[in-house]
């Protein structure tokens, strides 16, 4: 028939999750009552225009018409998958194929290896394994809803050589700061629709206990009073902490105080010195940490209050003392030159020729000294 050149049978693949419906569609634009027919990929016709020609009750017409033959397939398997076929009865016959995927749904994943309690500093594996899959999960690993990329990762296939089985495996050393921490293991796949499989396990870490003291007081003085606390962490829970001062028990109990982890030491004074350890234990061990108490004296504080006036008062002293020998010295140097001026003018007598012309030049030395003198000063 001359317009049945124009005419071709139009398909398109289909992408179904194992236990869906399928949706196969033959569509024909141009069709003078030429039958449509879709047979399995073992060619066995499931629909003949609007006649059922297999026996499967999952198989359903959906509309059948000159333009369009359509079908759906219910409860779908693995062994659905394939290539089905749709057929025009022209002469020739026109086909076109349509291959239908199957998606095998991964089992929710399962978390093994794990041991509670786990010492810290011992190494975990921690395995996530889910089967089923096609084609094959991803499988990831978080740590508090962050992500941990270092792992293993293995990809196995099932007995029915269609799915297949992953796992990865997670390998870490226990640390205390892992106590209490989540961890998951998340499935992805095409087949979930965005909607990852999860299997979560909180980890517990027993580790010794973590020691620190706190002063509820930063400059003890004589006559207060100080709270020291000691503040243990550790899994399981330290018991009641011990105290003791410089290697031995707190020596004045009525004074020193122990309430559950607090020690208080009232009425400060300076035997209260010395070196105070806290030691916190549990089943894993021990630790403990130390608090040196240096009590101080108030008045010797209040001595120091004014160490600017003092400073001031020895300087000047020191500047007046250094004025007074200045003084001194100046007046020394002046009454020494005086001297000397009289002295050299009393030279004159040792040049007379005799002891009366001595005498006169001594006398006018002595007149003309006080005239010098006068003039001097």
């Known amino acids: 028939m001359p317009g049945s050149q124009g005419q071709f049978p139009l398909t398109q693949n289909v992408t179904v999750v194992e236990g869906g419906t399928a949706n196969l569609t033959c569509r024909v634009d141009q069709n003078d009552n030429t039958s449509l027919q879709w047979s399995n990929p073992a060619q066995q016709t499931l629909y003949f225009d609007d006649k059922k020609a297999l026996r499967d009750n999952r198989i359903e017409l959906v509309r059948a018409s000159w333009h369009e033959l359509s079908i759906s397939v219910s409860d779908v398997s693995l062994s659905d998958e394939g290539q089905y076929t749709c057929s025009l009865f022209t002469m020739p016959v026109k086909t076109s194929k349509a291959f239908l995927t199957v998606l095998g749904v991964p089992e929710k994943p399962q978390i093994t290896g794990f041991t509670s309690p786990v010492m810290e500093g011992e190494r975990m594996q921690l395995t996530c394994k889910t089967s089923g899959s096609k ?47 989540v961890v998951s293991c998340r499935v992805d796949h095409e087949s979930l629709n965005s909607t990852p499989q999860i299997a979560m396990q909180v980890l517990e870490i027993h580790y010794t206990p973590l ?77 403990s940490t130390e608090y040196v108490l240096i009590v101080h004296d108030p008045n010797a504080l209040a001595g120091q209050t004014g160490p600017d006036h003092a400073l001031i008062g020895g300087i000047v002293a020191v500047v ?9 010295l100046l007046g020394r140097y002046l009454a020494r030159h005086k001297g000397t001026y009289l002295t050299n003018e009393a030279k004159g007598a040792e040049d007379a020729p005799d002891a009366d012309t001595a005498i006169i030049n001594a006398e006018g030395s002595q007149v003309n000294a006080e005239e010098k003198k006068e003039y001097f000063i």
């Not at 009641?240 to 028990?249: M, S």
Request: charged share 30%.
């Open 135 to 181: 084609p094959a999960a991803d499988i990831r690993w978080f740590k508090n809803d962050k992500e941990v990329k270092d792992v293993k990762y293995l990809k196995e296939e099932d007995a029915n050589r269609k799915t297949f089985t992953v796992s990865s495996t997670l390998d870490f050393l226990a640390d205390r700061n892992d106590d209490g921490a």
């Open 211 to 287: 020691v620190k003291i706190i002063s509820s007081n930063s400059w003890p003085e004589e006559g207060q009073s100080i709270i020291l606390t000691c503040e243990s962490k550790g899994k399981p829970v330290p018991e009641p902490v011990l105290w003791t001062k410089d290697g031995g028990e707190l020596p004045d109990p009525e004074r020193m105080v122990v309430n559950g982890r607090v020690l208080s030491i009232s009425f400060l004074n300076k035997t209260d010195n010395g070196t105070y350890r806290c030691e916190a234990k549990n089943p894993i061990g021990r630790n």
């Open 320 to 328: 007046v003392f250094v004025t007074l020998c200045s003084i001194i």
